[in-house]
């Protein structure tokens, strides 16, 4: 059987060597052409990232050899090419005399004379790139999307703060969740179902202020490759989606970077050779609430006699670099990240009477992640190269609540102090190695595996009552674990024909943890058909697991929300997700159009039960919460103009997704509440001139489901302080619909000599959207419903400075 | 004092913007039986039985008692008259039958009393006053003392048991005024009557200012647990320079009561609702929809049981000792 197969796959191979291709393209990027070839030929190019710059390529051969295709590319331009071995290795011609010359008289970046002496030396760097290069016609995956940090900067946002996050909710499947907020529900899945990755590092915290903003500043970020529906085998741990995040390395070929301010944060990012192997990257962004808050304080308090108050809110997150190459063969990297929101609030009185009630109320949270690692990519041989990782990764909440307060009087001072504090904390230490193998013209083998030692500590509340002499201390909750984590993977993306294609993989995990073993096996497998240049269709089988989940009692993006893993009787989470998709893409590449089914099966998911607040505290965190199975279904339509002076995409997504638990609903199936049947997404990149571009943001959803409880009964009245009033009255879970959702977000961006503003109208017609239904009594005094309407039309500005 | 007060402004930058609108949404609605009732051990059973109605029905404010439901109730599966006197450990289920609002049923096992075990009292007087120092003034004596209370609960094994504490104080002089009067019970200090609390609410400051006394025995099963009572600034004061050791009688009791779990889960939905801060969360849709806890087959209502035991503390000799000694 082995031996069957091995022949097949030579004789696919010895196919694939006849290095005939057929390209079509009308000024097109030369990257995208190039990895045309290289699906075709399964031949890579190496060249320095400077060397194609802005280059364009118009082409038009069928079935003609490489050599006459790379002739007619390049027969223009001052770039001549050699095919050695699997490598087309692209470099400068000399002339160096006239380049010289080219770039004093350039407002481009010039371009240095020695680095035709450079080049070649660079011309077997080990980077790392996206695997999402090529268009979706000519890969095996569903549902992936590669997103550049310029397409990222194009999507308008709330504030103007350039979001990785609210990039992707714009992409069909993708639900934004909470109006404004950083969430994302992909294909029917929770929040914590997303696997955000920062250099090949998990990251826990991915938002800023409740979740108003990410943690990923978009200054700092070289490209993003998102997979929602067939996952490559490296990728595993969460249920719905994966977000590889790759940083920027800092440029070799001298110093530049950018200092932006606007109406919420500033930022500042520098990066540039340290020598001549070495760059660095530095990105610093840092909110200014604090610095607005600290004048409006002021007058608040001076306009009181009694009472001061306390604020103070900000965040930050710093990219650090430091990109170091040994060798033509081996590049290795030190990088940190580090995020940090912290609030203080609190109030006391100002003076302390000399009878009466004094009070001093503080209270101090702090939340974020802290990344540390180190890699190393290295060319093994020019068939493998590798990518070690050792990395720790450290998620914090802290918050700490310290209330004074005395009862002074002529017979002496009653005092009481309380303090409580929590800590949420969990620490990685991992270490990963990924191969990237290619033992033929057709098949791309990657492997590799990681090791992860957890420490959760998910909640551990102290409590410290002093009243008068008496004090009493008090420890909640204080489970900590240690859990083992190992994975291994292996995935083949095997170009069986011209036509056919096949991605297939398998991802073995183990995660130890409290006495107790969980493994998971998940296969993985995409198939592509091409039946013309133009056409391709898929099919993908994807299982995931999931060993921690993210408790939150709230839609808000809180320091509360605890990480908490898979303990006692509950089981791994996984899902069993099937696709089906279709792509189509223009000769010219420069429209594309897709459709993608999707059914998925979700299994042990975590959620806290009906009426869960009745359970203590003092119990397991687990007493809280149940277990059930979700389903979600639906088709995504897709539509993109990919290049010109108008770019974009239109997208439609049909979809359902509901749950079921036990101990919810009565048992009875019930949807989700991001049950989105009807999504339209429309994203426009309007290049105006040189100076001026319009970006807009169209999203129209069906609104959200929510409980709403329309009836009320009388309360008892048993004779406490806990009496009286009306109650309202149980019913099904998400039972209604809110009003279809609508919002149009614009931003324009104009550049000068030294950089650009950019405007932004957030809600850019003031459609305020309902997010929920309250009781409530109106000014009459008469009950009511009302609709809660937050986010109106919001400007935005913000001037990022280029040097 | 909730951290939200605070927190509240910063995301009101964003919900002062916001507006609200009425509306009457169209959901298909239809009124259920209520039914509410805390039985108490040795006392006549009383029924409530109301009806459900739309929260925004104009006519809202109007009594929603049914006239046409026929109640039935049942003690340990026995039809029983309304002068039946329920015991420790009777089943009582109640059943209400309406033509216009269908059937409503519940049922509760009246818990068993659980006796209070070891007192122990600590006064300590923090300011005194007494006739000999100011003889102008109309007034035996005026003290100001603490009351440290270290009373044992002994929980039965077996059996989920909640609980709730209660006191109240006793004395009175010749005239019928009070000598006695309790100044504050500091919650504080005992951390069981927290137990319902968790992170969330504790970080936000809702642990503070709250009069919650009820407590399940999850954490002493079968155990013996001592609650801590401080009762602070409390006062005895008589109007008159006469000493009589009559006036001196005075007093606390102290009552622990075994309610139902029905009772225990209807006060900590309430104090969620009304303390904690999910409560508020979920009125601007920023957290799931709280429902009002109910035992009964329709969703409507609270039938609650309990049983109690009383402790007195007698104050006499403490302040008797404490005249003479100063």
């Not at chain 1, 975590?606 to 397991?620: G, H, N």
């Amino acid at each position: 059987m082995k031996l069957f197969v091995l022949s097949l796959m030579l004789c696919f191979s010895a196919v694939c060597m006849a290095q005939n291709v057929t390209i079509r393209a009308v000024n097109q990027p030369a990257s995208v052409v190039f990895r045309s070839i290289v699906e075709q030929t399964g031949k890579n190019f190496v060249y320095s990232s400077e060397l194609l710059k802005d280059m364009r390529v118009s082409i038009n051969v069928k079935n003609k050899p490489l050599k006459q295709a790379l002739s007619i590319i390049f027969k223009d331009s001052d770039i001549e090419y050699e095919i050695k071995g699997r490598n087309i290795i692209l470099k400068r011609k000399p002339k160096p005399e006239k380049r010289v010359n080219k770039s004093v008289v350039s407002t481009e970046r010039p371009i240095i004379p020695k680095q035709n002496a450079v080049v070649p030396k660079m011309l077997e760097e080990v980077v790392v790139v996206s695997r999402l290069e090529a268009p979706a016609v000519e890969t095996a995956e569903i549902g992936a999307k590669k997103l550049t940090a310029q397409e990222i900067i194009n999507t308008p946002v709330l504030f103007g703060e350039s979001d990785v996050i609210k990039a992707l909710q714009m992409q069909p499947g993708v639900s934004e969740g909470q109006e404004g907020m950083a969430g994302m529900h992909v294909h029917g899945g929770n929040a914590d179902e997303n696997l955000y990755m920062l250099d090949n590092v998990p990251l826990y915290q991915v938002n800023h202020f409740a979740g108003l903003f990410s943690a990923f500043n978009a200054e700092a970020i070289r490209y993003i490759d998102f997979f929602k529906s067939s996952i490559p085998a490296k990728y595993d741990g969460r249920l719905s989606s994966y977000l590889d995040v790759r940083t920027k390395s800092g440029s070799p070929e001298g110093h530049h970077g950018s200092f932006r301010l606007g109406l919420t944060s500033g930022a500042f990012n520098i990066d540039g050779p340290i020598g001549r192997k070495t760059t660095y990257s530095v990105a610093l962004r840092r909110s200014w609430f604090d610095v607005l808050s600290i004048p409006m304080l002021a007058l608040v308090n001076s306009s009181s006699d009694d009472e001061k108050i306390r604020f103070r809110y900000a965040f930050m997150d710093l990219n650090a670099k430091v990109t170091h190459r040994f060798s033509n063969k081996a590049t290795g990297f030190i990088s940190v990240y580090f995020g940090n929101d912290v609030l203080k609030t609190g109030s006391c009185d100002k003076h302390v009477p000399e009878s009466g009630w004094y009070d001093d109320d503080k209270c101090d949270l702090h939340w974020g992640n802290l990344v540390a690692q180190t890699g190393l990519n290295y060319r093994i041989n020019p068939l493998i190269s590798a990518e070690f990782t050792a990395a720790y990764t450290r998620y914090f909440s802290g918050m700490k609540h310290d209330w004074l307060s005395k009862e002074i009087s002529s017979s002496g001072t009653t005092e009481s102090h309380s303090i409580s504090k929590t800590n949420n904390n969990i620490n990685d230490w991992i270490f990963r190695a990924d191969f990237d193998w290619r033992p033929n013209d057709a098949n791309r083998v990657r492997f590799g595996g990681n090791y992860i030692l957890h420490s959760f500590l998910p909640a551990r509340t102290d409590r410290n009552y002093t009243v008068g002499t008496t004090q009493t201390l008090t420890r909640d909750s204080t489970w900590a674990y240690t859990a083992n984590e190992a994975n291994i993977y292996i995935e083949d993306d095997w170009r069986i024909s011209e036509k056919f294609r096949m991605n297939a993989g398998l991802h073995l995990s183990l995660f130890n943890i409290d006495g107790k073993t969980n493994y998971g096996v998940d296969p993985r497998l995409s198939f592509s058909y091409r039946p013309s240049e133009n056409w391709a269709v898929k099919a993908a089988y994807a299982r995931t697991n999931q060993y921690v989940h993210q408790l939150s009692q709230t839609y808000l993006s809180l320091p509360t929300d605890q990480w908490v893993p898979i303990t006692g009787k509950f089981k791994p989470q996984n899902a069993d997700k099937v696709s089906l998709g279709a792509y189509w893409q223009s000769d010219n590449k420069m429209f594309a159009a897709s459709v993608e089914g999707y059914y998925k099966v979700m299994r042990n998911l975590v959620d806290y039960r009906d009426e869960y607040y009745l359970q203590p505290p003092t119990e397991m965190w687990n007493a809280q919460l149940c277990s059930g199975k979700g389903t979600a279904k639906g088709i995504d339509f897709k539509i993109e103009k990919l290049y010109g002076k108008l770019t974009g995409h239109i997208s439609y997504s049909l979809a359902w997704s509901d749950r079921t638990f036990p101990d919810k609903n009565g048992g009875l199936t019930f949807p989700a509440r991001f049950d989105n049947r009807h999504t339209i997404n429309i994203l426009l990149n309007w290049n105006i001139s040189d100076k001026v571009s319009l970006n807009a943001a169209w999203t129209g959803h069906s609104g959200n489901r929510f409980t709403l409880l329309p009836q009320v009964w009388e309360s008892p009245d048993f004779g406490t302080i806990y009496s009286g009033d009306e109650s309202p009255l149980k019913t099904r879970l998400n039972n209604y619909q809110l009003p279809f959702y609508h919002r149009l977000d614009l931003s324009c961006t104009v550049r000068n000599k030294r950089g650009y503003w950019t405007f932004g109208l957030f809600n850019a017609y003031c459609h305020m959207n309902t997010v929920a239904i309250r009781r409530t009594h109106n000014n009459a005094n008469r009950p009511v419903f009302q609709k809660v309407k937050l986010l109106p039309i919001i400007p935005s500005i913000s001037y990022t400075w280029q040097f | 004092m909730a951290i939200l007060r605070y927190i509240i402004p910063i995301l009101s930058v964003f919900l002062l913007t916001g507006c609200y609108e009425d509306f009457n949404p169209e959901i298909d609605t239809k009124p259920v039986l209520c039914l509410n009732s805390l039985i108490t051990a040795g006392e006549p059973i009383e029924v409530k039985v109301t009806h459900t109605w739309m929260f925004n029905d104009e006519k809202s404010e109007r009594n929603h008692d049914v006239k046409d439901a026929v109640v039935t109730i049942l003690a340990n599966e026995r039809i029983v008259g309304s002068d039946y006197l329920p015991k420790e450990g009777d089943k009582i289920r109640i059943v209400a039958e309406s033509p216009t609002y269908g059937t409503a049923m519940a049922e509760v096992i009246v818990p068993l009393a659980t006796p209070i075990g070891k007192v122990k009292v600590t006064p300590s007087v923090t300011n005194i006053w007494k006739r000999d120092d100011m003889p102008n003034y109309e007034m035996l004596a005026d003290i100001t003392f603490n009351l440290n209370i270290e009373m044992d609960v002994n929980d039965p094994a077996g059996t989920d048991n909640y609980y709730h504490f209660g006191y109240n104080w006793f004395g009175s002089d010749t005239d019928g005024s009070p000598t006695l009067s309790i100044g504050q019970f500091e919650y504080n200090s005992e951390p069981i009557f927290k137990e319902h609390i968790g992170v969330f609410e504790t970080v936000m400051g809702n642990d503070e200012d709250t009069q919650f006394v009820f407590f399940s025995d999850r954490q002493f099963s079968g155990k013996t647990y001592t609650l801590h009572l401080n009762f602070s600034n409390n006062s005895f004061h008589v109007n008159s320079q006469e000493y009589d050791e009559s006036r001196l009688e005075c007093g606390v009791n102290l009552y622990l009561t075994t309610v139902s779990k029905s009772y225990y889960n209807w006060a900590v939905y309430k104090w969620n609702v009304d303390e904690g801060i999910t409560g508020d969360l979920s009125d601007i849709g920023l957290a799931e929809s709280k429902w009002g806890y109910s035992n009964v087959s329709t969703g409507a209502g609270v039938v609650a049981a309990q049983s109690s035991v009383k402790y007195t503390i007698d104050l006499k000799e403490f302040l008797k000792t404490t005249l003479n000694n100063k």
